[in-house]
């Protein structure tokens, strides 16, 4: 992980900027009437206007028309300072899970609320989607991004002082096959990346951009339009990563400070006081206490301020930033968790969000984002981590740190934890030895029993992945399924270099075992002294179905190699959401 510079900066945020300077009100978008309290006068709204009225440009990649995601010229001294930033993501799903028991009138007032984002745009090159196991489980992949819009009150409350709109949060939330695990991987808006084609307004496609310019937030710029591009930065995330998302979920900075409301507040925490002159580093003395050192509860523009908040706290990094998002979004999951489903906590909340929310059109209907928080509801709080994929400067830049971050990435593909654990398919809740058989072995036959023919009671079978071929178990036991097998478990076998396919059978379980070796032709019978009947797949069934350039070594998305441990660089810097609120909350020195 790279040192921060004394005094440093990602040169990605630059100065936090200021409130407007005119009292207003910002619809909280609250079924209980909850607003967005009035900005405080000063501050960043009014410095921007002074920057502009100086010509300083924009940073980060002027995006532009044409999707140019260049930073301008004239050096790091004279990027103007821009900072907001939002979160996304769980705080606007959670609340959905009440929408079930609500009325009729509810839930077309709150289906009315979406928005959805095209899908037209999207890549033609993606990678490979994760295959389902045996019992219909997969991990699924949603991106979450915070859009710095302009449109409505956003400005007031600390948009962006240009047109069009950025993603100044991005972060990849990776919930594993068992849906008890998950990961966010906050992307740094400043990362040197390469931008593939992305379609613009017009219908044409932009050709790739890459070199030392290409920023990773100015792929949401695309095109330049007051909703940004979230396909473009979708599209991007992938070719980084590897990984094939499945649901991409914006929300605007107007939508975040209603929802911090709508959940009565969230508690943080500051190592140090912040002032007025931390949020605007032109003012000439430093103002007013605007958030106290240690915990408090936070809603509407204070926790706005602790979210964007860069100056006067550690080096003055983004990467200081981030911490302290990742730590805001835990906190507010679990202000929400333990709210439960009281329709009058979680109301509020679903209609703020709801009104905040762009998504894909699977998630773009409350039926489809109720079905989806559901199945996120056994997901505990340590269990959900959150990451920065280790970087290093690159002028004001950052670059991702090779292999360790290919490690990072090649880990969620394989759907393997930050501990190592595989959480594919339902492995905590399969047996650590196949369970016996239903009945009694069949009696002796004088015939061998024709080729697949079911047995005549349920025999349970446990399946074990020998390749490193990603969903070969789950063709496997969906081939036991049809063939009337009960199968008990999809894992990864302990060796990946298993050559040939073997029946594992335990005592009286032979015949069941032909039986089940009658579906995999070629496979060996070896009798073990644990009960039941279990499938070790070996690279001739891998290469009987398709996997054989996989299983002989290539490294692809849908037949990655299994990971290596993942490096310090990673896991020293992982959150777990049930952290204390006041740790790990900046980076560098400086407090």
Same mark, same amino acid.
């Given at each position: 992980?790279? $040192?921060?510079?004394?005094?440093?900066?990602?040169?990605?945020?630059?100065?936090?900027?200021?409130?407007?300077?005119?009292?207003?009100?910002?619809? %909280?978008?609250?079924?209980?009437?909850?607003?967005?309290?009035?900005?405080?006068?000063?501050?960043?709204?009014?410095?921007?206007?002074?920057?502009?009225?100086?010509?300083?440009?924009?940073?980060?990649?002027?995006?532009?028309?044409?999707? $140019?995601?260049?930073?301008?010229?004239?050096?790091?001294?004279?990027?103007?300072?821009?900072?907001?930033?939002?979160?996304?993501?769980?705080?606007?799903?959670?609340?959905?899970?009440?929408?079930?028991?609500?009325?009729?009138?509810?839930?077309?007032?709150?289906? %009315?609320?979406?928005?959805?984002?095209?899908?037209?745009?999207?890549?033609?090159?993606?990678?490979?989607?994760?295959?389902?196991?045996?019992?219909?489980?997969?991990?699924?992949?949603?991106?979450?991004?915070?859009?710095?819009?302009?449109?409505?009150?956003?400005?007031?409350?600390?948009?962006?002082?240009?047109?069009?709109?950025?993603?100044?949060?991005?972060?990849?939330?990776?919930?594993?096959?068992?849906?008890?695990?998950?990961?966010?991987?906050?992307?740094?808006?400043?990362?040197?990346?390469?931008?593939?084609?992305?379609?613009?307004?017009?219908?044409?496609?932009?050709?790739?951009?890459?070199?030392?310019?290409?920023?990773?937030?100015?792929?949401?710029?695309?095109?330049?339009?007051?909703?940004?591009?979230?396909?473009?930065? $979708?599209?991007?995330?992938?070719?980084?990563?590897?990984?094939?998302?499945?649901?991409?979920?914006?929300?605007?900075?107007?939508?975040?400070?209603? /929802?911090?409301?709508?959940?009565?507040?969230?508690?943080?925490?500051?190592?140090?006081?912040?002032?007025?002159?931390?949020?605007?580093?032109?003012?000439?003395?430093?103002?007013?206490?605007?958030?106290?050192?240690?915990?408090?509860?936070?809603?509407?523009?204070?926790?706005?301020?602790?979210?964007?908040?860069?100056?006067?706290?550690?080096?003055?990094?983004?990467?200081?930033? /981030?911490?302290?998002?990742?730590?805001?979004?835990?906190? /507010?999951?679990?202000?929400?968790?333990?709210?439960?489903?009281?329709?009058?906590?979680?109301?509020?909340?679903?209609?703020?969000?709801?009104?905040?929310?762009?998504?894909?059109?699977?998630?773009?209907?409350?039926?489809?984002? /109720?079905?989806?928080?559901?199945?996120?509801?056994?997901?505990?709080?340590?269990?959900?981590?959150? #990451?920065?994929?280790?970087?290093?400067?690159?002028?004001?830049?950052?670059?991702?740190?090779?292999?360790?971050?290919?490690?990072?990435?090649?880990?969620?593909?394989?759907?393997?934890?930050?501990?190592?654990?595989?959480?594919?398919?339902?492995?905590?809740?399969?047996?650590?030895?196949?369970?016996?058989?239903?009945?009694?072995?069949?009696?002796?036959?004088?015939?061998?029993?024709?080729?697949?023919?079911?047995?005549?009671?349920?025999?349970? #079978?446990?399946?074990?992945?020998?390749?490193?071929?990603?969903?070969?178990?789950?063709?496997?036991?969906?081939?036991?399924?049809?063939?009337?097998?009960?199968?008990?478990?999809?894992?990864?076998?302990?060796?990946?270099?298993?050559?040939?396919?073997?029946?594992?059978?335990?005592?009286?379980?032979?015949?069941?075992?032909?039986?089940?070796?009658?579906?995999?032709?070629?496979?060996?019978?070896?009798?073990?002294?644990?009960?039941?009947?279990?499938? #070790?797949?070996?690279?001739?069934?891998?290469?009987?179905?398709?996997?054989?350039?996989?299983?002989?070594?290539?490294?692809?998305?849908?037949?990655?190699?299994?990971?290596?441990?993942?490096?310090?660089?990673?896991?020293?810097?992982?959150?777990?959401?049930?952290?204390?609120?006041?740790?790990?909350?900046?980076?560098?020195?400086?407090?």
């Amino acid at each position: 992980m790279a $040192q921060p510079r004394p005094g440093g900066s990602t040169g990605s945020a630059g100065s936090t900027g200021s409130r407007s300077g005119s009292p207003g009100t910002g619809s %909280g978008g609250s079924a209980s009437g909850g607003t967005v309290p009035a900005p405080r006068p000063g501050g960043r709204a009014e410095a921007r206007r002074a920057a502009q009225s100086k010509g300083r440009g924009g940073q980060g990649g002027d995006g532009g028309s044409n999707g $140019q995601g260049h930073r301008r010229s004239g050096g790091r001294g004279k990027k103007p300072e821009r900072s907001v930033k939002k979160i996304v993501g769980w705080t606007a799903v959670g609340a959905l899970v009440l929408i079930a028991g609500t009325g009729g009138a509810i839930y077309f007032k709150l289906n %009315g609320n979406i928005k959805t984002i095209d899908s037209d745009a999207l890549s033609k090159d993606r990678p490979p989607e994760a295959q389902a196991d045996a019992n219909g489980n997969k991990p699924v992949n949603i991106l979450l991004i915070g859009s710095d819009s302009r449109g409505g009150s956003n400005s007031d409350l600390g948009g962006g002082d240009t047109e069009g709109a950025r993603s100044d949060t991005t972060i990849l939330l990776h919930v594993y096959a068992d849906h008890k695990n998950a990961i966010g991987v906050s992307i740094p808006r400043n990362t040197l990346v390469t931008i593939p084609p992305c379609k613009l307004p017009n219908g044409k496609w932009t050709k790739e951009q890459k070199g030392k310019d290409v920023l990773f937030n100015a792929a949401f710029t695309v095109g330049g339009t007051a909703e940004g591009n979230p396909a473009c930065t $979708q599209n991007t995330v992938e070719k980084l990563t590897g990984v094939y998302i499945n649901h991409t979920i914006v929300v605007d900075f107007q939508g975040f400070a209603a /929802m911090t409301k709508a959940v009565g507040g969230v508690e943080v925490c500051l190592p140090k006081d912040i002032y007025e002159k931390d949020l605007n580093e032109k003012l000439p003395s430093k103002g007013a206490l605007v958030l106290k050192k240690g915990p408090q509860k936070v809603e509407g523009q204070p926790a706005l301020d602790y979210v964007r908040l860069r100056h006067g706290i550690g080096d003055g990094s983004d990467i200081g930033r /981030m911490k302290r998002q990742q730590a805001f979004m835990s906190s /507010m999951i679990s202000t929400v968790k333990k709210k439960g489903l009281e329709p009058t906590t979680l109301l509020p909340l679903a209609d703020a969000a709801t009104k905040s929310l762009r998504v894909d059109e699977g998630l773009n209907t409350v039926d489809k984002l /109720m079905s989806f928080a559901l199945s996120l509801k056994n997901i505990d709080l340590h269990d959900l981590k959150f #990451v920065t994929p280790p970087w290093r400067y690159n002028e004001a830049n950052l670059d991702l740190v090779k292999p360790d971050v290919d490690r990072l990435w090649e880990a969620i593909r394989a759907d393997r934890t930050l501990d190592g654990k595989d959480a594919t398919g339902q492995q905590p809740d399969a047996p650590a030895t196949p369970a016996p058989p239903a009945t009694p072995e069949a009696p002796p036959t004088t015939t061998a029993p024709p080729a697949h023919t079911a047995p005549a009671a349920p025999v349970k #079978v446990a399946v074990y992945n020998g390749t490193t071929v990603n969903g070969l178990g789950a063709k496997a036991g969906e081939a036991l399924k049809a063939a009337q097998f009960t199968v008990t478990g999809v894992n990864q076998a302990k060796s990946t270099n298993k050559a040939t396919t073997t029946i594992e059978y335990g005592a009286g379980q032979k015949a069941n075992a032909e039986k089940v070796a009658a579906l995999f032709p070629g496979a060996t019978l070896t009798p073990t002294s644990a009960a039941g009947i279990s499938v #070790v797949l070996g690279k001739d069934y891998a290469d009987a179905n398709g996997g054989a350039g996989a299983a002989a070594g290539a490294t692809t998305p849908t037949a990655p190699a299994a990971p290596a441990p993942l490096p310090p660089s990673v896991t020293d810097e992982a959150r777990s959401a049930d952290d204390d609120i006041c740790a790990n909350t900046t980076y560098g020195s400086g407090g």
